[in-house]
């Protein structure tokens, strides 16, 4: 672009300003990475959960679910890496990673205060994770995200309905439909744009 | 270029006006991405960085990424306010 030799008319200024607008636009992080690691760790995690309690003796189901702890490490860690390499920061990227945080803080007080809500951990999560992976889907404009995050709801309100034990597998087919189906759908539209 | 007075000479350039729209709908961006969206070269990206530093349009923060050099630019309220003020004059002359 060679700048002050070329006349800058009516015409040519608002072709700059809706180029440079749309050249911004669709920066939002489009990243599958978190659905997908997510998404596979909580599955096996509630599959597990559910085999230990209807097949097995073992008193402590419950520890499967520290798989969970390499993967927050991982995504730590990736989280760290990509903030680094990124070349622009959005305002739509920011809000996103506050939801995610806000979403964080929340599971925590839940699992804290596990024993005071009857244990009905599962679609507490549920509920949490469909308002974040809905708002997602709507900020990045992805419509399979957005499904995902309202069939959260739906299946929290199917885990409410249901026993402790079964609530574990509603939640291993609402991450397949909510994380996994969205975040490879994402990755393959990443990959072609 | 008598029709054009109103305009904010600041702005009324190529690669000035190209720079305040892209800084307008992002947070932040580093020098790098700048460049790539608007084809500048490096040496004219710069002088005209610095001109709407001056002005106040702009911040331009130098920091390090490791050992390299970090430039990224942030849009002001001062930035914004011109902006939509020469859209403002823009739409004038347009709908004449």
Known sequence: MDIDKEQLTNEKSLEIITNMIAAAKGKVDKNSFYFLLWGWVCVLANIGHYYILKFTDYPEPQIVWVITIPAAIVSAIYGYFQRKRASVKTHLGTIAFWIWMAFLISLVLILIFAHRINYQINPMIMILTASATFISGIILRFKPLIIGGILFWVFAVLALLSSLEYQYLIGAIALITGYLIPGYMLKKRANNG | ?96
Do not use: W
Request: hydrophobic share 40%.
């Open chain 2, 1 to 96: 270029m008598d029709k054009f007075k109103d305009l904010d000479p600041l702005l009324h350039s190529q690669l000035r006006l190209a720079v305040v729209s892209l800084l307008l709908s992002v947070e932040s961006a580093e020098f790098v991405f700048i460049k790539e969206k608007t084809g500048a070269t490096a040496g004219n990206l710069s002088v005209q960085l610095d001109k709407l530093n001056t002005a106040g349009y702009i911040i331009i923060e130098k920091s390090f990424k490791g050992k390299k050099p970090l430039t990224t630019c942030k849009i002001t309220k001062k930035g914004i306010d011109a902006f939509e003020q020469y859209v403002i004059n823009l739409k004038q002359y347009i709908n004449k």
